[in-house]
């Protein structure tokens, strides 16, 4: 059961004048409530139409000084003390009427600041980290165990780019905001600031935020890869973003025969000509991890972001490999036409070398004049080997009286024509 203690000042204040009720003379009934706790109370006293009275307190003691205008009902709280063991003072102004006041104690609230964990070592409250180049907001306020309003206060600064900004302050709802702006932010700063609240019963908490900055994930930069069947590669693939080193592996698909990736991001090796020949097009689509050295912000251990992102490759015909040797449902040029075109005629099938049929002028004789290539790299129209295959614009169509190339071979000829650039030579 709750036991109290009361001990009773009595006056009226009325008129501009005062009438007594006891011996001694003061402005307000005052009434003390003491739930488990005993208050030594000093007499209220009257200046200049204000009444004050201290009473003592203790550690861990939520001191209520309440009011009403009646001894039985209507109390309100019009003040709050956090004990602390000194003695403490009230005092208000008076108006002409009957008052009552009454000090309540009960057990502290606590006063918290939210959020209060993960905690660091130190003691500071890790925030989330903001990434550079993107939005932040965190928003630091009471728990509202305490009394309020609630007053805060900063000190010390954050990151670059962020701002700690009170908003609603001396109220229910106050809250510093810790906004940022995206351009201004700098990956790999970290500071560490103080925020304090303040209760209506005085009571304070200090907390000590810690915010770091850090890239975001790992993105895979490189768009596509473009390799040759019979060339060797070496190409380091671009990201941007994640806290290096990275490490790069293939998710899912299967490189170009002959091709790996390395754990650093290169992607190293030669091209088979089977890899340049699958699906007729030489085309792969690939997905491409990349894990960063991220750490976790409270114990520092490895937590590894990883992001996937295709990566096209195409793996281009080679004119030695894949356009002049003999392969199955290839034009297999130094058989198909050696056989009629002997050593010698113009281009010189003979070779292997692309060179003696790239922008090669198909001369003065024959049927189709002077003013032709055997092949112009890109371009179909212009190149005579590829007309004379398919539908010439002057002479007999080869192979010379049949049989004419498959569709397959005919296509790989277009593919390895249409992907010549200027300064191929094979």
Not at 6 to 21: C, D, E, L, N, Q
Not at 81 to 93: C, F, I, L
Not at 191 to 212: E, G, H, I, K, P
Request: net charge neutral.
């Amino acid at each position: 059961m709750t036991t109290f203690k009361r001990r009773v000042f009595s006056s009226v204040v009325s008129g501009g004048g005062i009438a007594f009720r006891a011996p001694v003379v003061f402005s307000a009934l005052f009434s003390v409530l003491n739930f488990g706790f005993a208050v030594t109370l000093s007499p209220p006293v009257v200046q200049s139409g204000v009444v004050s009275f201290t009473f003592d307190s203790a550690p861990n003691q939520l001191l209520v000084v309440q009011s009403s205008t009646a001894l039985t009902s209507g109390w309100t709280d019009v003040a709050y003390r956090q004990g602390n063991g000194s003695t403490m003072s009230y005092s208000t102004p008076v108006a002409g009427q009957q008052q009552f006041f009454r000090v309540k104690v009960a057990p502290a609230q606590l006063l918290n600041l939210l959020p209060a964990a993960p905690s660091l070592v130190s003691g500071a409250v890790s925030l989330p980290d903001a990434v550079a180049g993107e939005g932040y907001l965190a928003v630091i306020g009471p728990d509202l165990t305490g009394l309020p309003p609630y007053t805060l206060t900063v000190s010390g600064s954050a990151p670059d780019g962020t701002a700690l900004v009170i908003t609603n302050n001396q109220t229910g709802n106050a809250s510093v905001q810790v906004v940022a702006n995206p351009a201004q932010l700098v990956a790999g700063q970290r500071r560490q600031f103080n925020v304090m609240v303040t209760d209506s019963a005085s009571a304070t908490t200090t907390r000590v935020y810690d915010l770091r900055v850090v890239a975001p994930p790992p993105r895979l930069t490189s768009t596509a890869l473009v390799l040759k069947s019979g060339e060797a590669a070496n190409i380091q693939l671009a990201a941007s973003g994640g806290t290096g080193p990275l490490t790069w592996s293939l998710a899912s698909g299967s490189l170009p025969e002959g091709m790996s990736i390395m754990s650093g991001g290169v992607v190293r090796g030669t091209p088979s000509a089977n890899a340049s020949e699958r699906n007729e097009d030489g085309r792969y689509t690939n997905v491409i991890e990349i894990a960063d050295s991220f750490t976790e912000r409270v114990t520092g251990a490895p937590a590894p972001r990883r992001t996937s992102n295709p990566l096209p490759m195409l793996v281009r015909l080679s004119y030695v490999l894949n356009i002049h040797a003999l392969r199955d449902n290839g034009p297999s040029l130094q058989d198909t036409c050696n056989h009629c075109h002997g050593q010698g005629f113009t281009p010189d099938i003979d070779t292997p070398s692309a060179l003696a049929i790239i922008n090669v002028n198909s001369g003065s004789g024959g049927l189709c004049g002077t003013s032709r290539v055997y092949i112009a790299p890109g371009s179909l129209t212009n190149s005579l080997i590829y007309r004379k295959i398919t539908a010439p614009p002057c002479g007999e169509r080869m192979p010379f009286g049949g049989p004419y190339l498959s569709e397959q071979r005919i296509g790989r000829v277009m593919r390895w024509i249409l992907e010549l650039t200027p300064q191929d030579t094979d």
